[in-house]
Nanobody
Framework: QVQLVESGGGLVQPGGSLRLSCAAS????????MGWYRQAPGKERELVAD???????NYLDSVKGRFTISRDNANNTVYLQMNSLKPEDTAVYYC?????????WGKGTLVTVSS
């Protein structure tokens, strides 16, 4: 059973930065795409950013220019660098990986942006 383990969440002041990491518990093959989703209280889960194996990226409009997604294919790890954080970025952030065989989700890491 593959597990995705997120880390790097926490409390940060507006304008601050955090870096989220997500690592798979074992090697994954034929990964199509890796991404980060978030869910704020009372809202639906939304895609924040994703990245294909070839490095093509896609971002939620509200995070463009502030967040950067990257991946380490050799270690099945995906990162989300979040800069200029805003209170509206507060949410639980989930890692997602899609392969040809299955889709995997992490349990989430809480990001709170507050003064």
């Amino acid at each position: 059973q593959v597990q995705l383990v997120e880390s790097g969440g926490g409390l940060v002041q507006p304008g601050g930065s955090l870096r989220l990491s997500c690592a798979a518990s074992r090697s994954l093959f034929n990964i199509i795409i890796m991404g980060w989703y978030r869910q704020a209280p009372g809202k639906e889960r939304e895609l924040v950013a994703d990245i294909t194996e070839s490095g093509n990226t896609n971002y939620l409009d509200s995070v463009k220019g502030r967040f950067t997604i990257s991946r380490d294919n050799a270690n099945n790890t995906v990162y989300l660098q979040m800069n200029s954080l805003k209170p509206e970025d507060t949410a639980v952030y989930y890692c997602n990986t899609i392969t040809f065989r299955a889709e995997y989700w992490g349990k989430g890491t809480l990001v709170t942006v507050s003064s």
